[in-house]
């Protein structure tokens, strides 16, 4: 373990990942804090995220890149685009961070502070694209451990440890108040059980969507169930994106459900994640979302390895993790690529809703 050369006085967080990524940070963040509680801690992430760390108490300061941004600039005005790119790098140089510590597992951020004068740099290097970091953990991907504790492993490299994992999400009062009074609206203030479903997987997934997502008549099938069986309120959420998929399982159920999907904004969803009693959804961020307000959850894993992207920490009584315990490929996403499937996505498509089902029924058991 190295020792800190010298306290420094303005850090630098990278992470310029989705949702899940970014939460999973949150521990990291605080173990900074306390192992340097005068400094000026700034976090760059991308725009999707910023909700998520705009209410985080141990930050002082954001900076937002958001690459999509750039790329249209450049489409219209390729000399507007440099000067933009030029103006932000000006931002960081002028804030003379004298640590930076870089979770993006490539050389781009590390290139560019070395070029802008942070003189310690620290991070994983991953397939050698650490080469321009101070200080650099080697490793070969995430897997056999929770990314979280990676992100342990990379501070204790460095002379701090990280004693509480749990993810922090704060909630705002706005984002609280405003989902206080949606429920209240639509006399579900006061509902026995308020289950929300997460059938599809939001923008981040991408062209990968359809290989990580459970079946919708799956979905449709355990939400009619839970509403037989405990008289249960179910809402089903997600993205803009995702509203065809949240329509189709309201379609499908038998039972009436209040569709969501489109209707929040990310801070207005954890505000209503905040008085829900369960959460069924696939592996990504609505799980980490879940998660880090304490609600129980009974989430889906296909080719991803709950091991390493699962609820953390894992806490078995209250978040569920079902996934096809025999199939010998799975998990196949490794080294943050999925390879072709030549089976049909057994691993999901070989799950029951009566796996689920009782995965739903142990987590509303537990205290």
């Known amino acids: 373990m190295k020792t800190p050369r010298e306290t420094p006085g303005r850090i630098l967080i990278i992470n310029p990942f ?14 900074v804090r306390g192992a340097f509680p005068a400094a000026q801690l700034t976090y760059l992430c991308n725009r999707r995220t910023e909700a998520i760390l705009r209410n985080n108490p141990h930050l002082d300061e954001l900076l937002v890149y958001e690459k999509d941004e750039f790329v249209r600039l450049w489409r219209r005005s390729p000399t507007r685009c440099l000067r933009e790119i030029g103006r932000f790098l000006r931002r960081i140089r002028a804030r003379r ?43 070969d991907g995430y897997h056999d451990d929770h990314v979280v504790a990676y992100y342990r492993r990379l501070l204790r490299f460095i002379g701090i440890e990280l004693v509480e994992d749990s993810l922090e ?40 969507a359809p290989f990580r997502r459970w079946s919708i008549e799956g ?48 801070g207005q969803f954890v505000g209503l994640l905040g008085r829900l009693q369960l959460v069924i959804c696939n592996d990504g961020g609505p799980l980490h979302l879940a998660v880090s307000q304490g609600v129980k959850t009974v989430s889906i894993f296909g080719p991803v390895d709950p091991e390493v992207y699962g609820p953390h920490p894992s806490a078995p009584a209250r978040h569920h993790v079902v996934h096809h315990p025999t199939l010998p490929c ?20 070989h799950l029951e809703p009566s796996d689920v089902l009782a995965a739903c029924d142990e987590a509303l058991a537990a205290n």
């Open 219 to 266: 979905f449709a099938q355990v939400g009619d169930r839970l509403i037989e069986r405990y008289g249960a309120t179910v809402l089903l959420f997600g993205e803009a994106a995702d509203a065809p998929v949240c329509r189709t399982v309201a379609r499908l159920m038998q039972h009436s459900t209040i569709d969501v999907s489109g209707q929040t904004t990310l």
């Open 169 to 208: 999400l704060r909630c705002s009062d706005e984002d609280a108040r405003w989902a206080a009074t949606w429920l209240r609206a639509r006399e579900l203030d006061a509902a026995p059980l308020l289950v929300g479903m997460v059938p599809a997987g939001g923008v981040s997934w991408g062209i990968a």
């Open 18 to 31: 989705g949702i899940g990524d970014v939460l999973f940070t949150t521990p990291l963040v605080r173990a």
């Open 97 to 139: 961070f004298d640590l930076a510590i870089d979770l993006s597992l490539g050389e781009r951020y590390g290139f560019l502070l070395r070029t802008l004068g942070v003189p310690r740099r620290v991070g994983f290097n991953y397939r050698r694209r650490g080469r321009f970091l101070s200080d650099s953990l080697p490793i």
């Open 330 to 349: 799975r998990p196949c996403y490794h080294r943050f690529k999925l390879p072709p499937c030549p089976y049909e996505r057994a691993c999901l498509t």
